[in-house]
């Protein structure tokens, strides 16, 4: 079964600290997103990657393909950052869509 | 650009009725998505459409039907509602199965 974990589930931390959300999957994919979700409920999308390193202003994304692995980092966290950040992948074949994880609820405290 | 856009946001309905989630994107994207998101769990896909006319079943599609009449229209109907597809619904696309997806709002459907 094609799986997505995600680490931690839950993240609190203080302001203008180093945070690192981690994703690994099961088998190939063709793609990783990261998206975040607002507490209103919106999903934006924040990076798809399928090799290396991409980065976003206080944001960076890393993926090692042979590990099967992802790391999200934020750097000098804000209270802003808050939010609950999602890993989904796209296991190639068809265009089936993403699989989710569960998602890594981030509180950064004042 | 209004990207995507859902309706209705908020909707209760009785168990055994019927109603028709809309999603609308004005990207020109050929790649549309239903998923549905429950407490605690990861979003899961319902169908997608990779252009107009053509549709597909992913990983919980019981329970719902789609269409793809044109690019930018890809409403989701619920026959029969039940419990169970108490949930919030999002829409998304994407230019390609390659591409970042957008996201509509979503909308928050309470089955009673």
């Known amino acids: 079964k094609n799986e997505v974990e995600q680490s931690p589930q839950n993240l609190t931390a203080q302001e203008g600290e180093f945070i690192t959300i981690n994703c690994s999957y099961s088998?190939?994919?063709?793609?990783l997103h990261w998206l975040q979700q607002h507490p209103g409920g919106g999903i934006v999308s924040l990076f798809m990657?399928?090799?290396g390193k991409k980065k976003h202003g206080r944001l960076i994304a890393t993926i090692n393909i042979q590990e099967k692995h992802s790391s999200l980092h934020i750097t000098a966290s804000h209270p802003r950052d808050s939010a609950v950040y999602i890993c989904a992948v796209s296991f190639g074949g068809g265009a089936d869509g993403l699989t989710f994880g569960k998602g890594t609820h981030l509180i950064i405290q004042p | 650009n209004a990207g995507v856009t859902q309706t209705p946001k908020f909707r209760i309905l009785k168990i055994g009725q019927s109603m028709t989630l809309q999603c609308t994107q004005d990207m020109n994207h050929n790649y549309m998505y239903w998923y549905r998101q429950d407490p605690g769990m990861g979003l899961k896909l319902i169908y997608y459409s990779v252009g107009a006319g053509i549709t597909d079943k992913g990983e919980v599609p019981n329970g719902y039907n789609v269409s793809r009449s044109t690019t930018e229209d890809f409403p989701l109907r619920l026959e029969l509602a039940a419990p169970s597809q108490t949930s919030v619904y999002f829409c998304?696309?994407?230019?390609?199965?390659?591409?970042?997806?957008?996201f509509g709002p979503g909308t928050r459907l309470t089955v009673l």
């Open positions: 088998v190939g994919i063709s793609a």
């Open positions: 990657l399928s090799s």
């Open positions: 998304a696309s994407s230019k390609t199965r390659f591409n970042e997806q957008f």
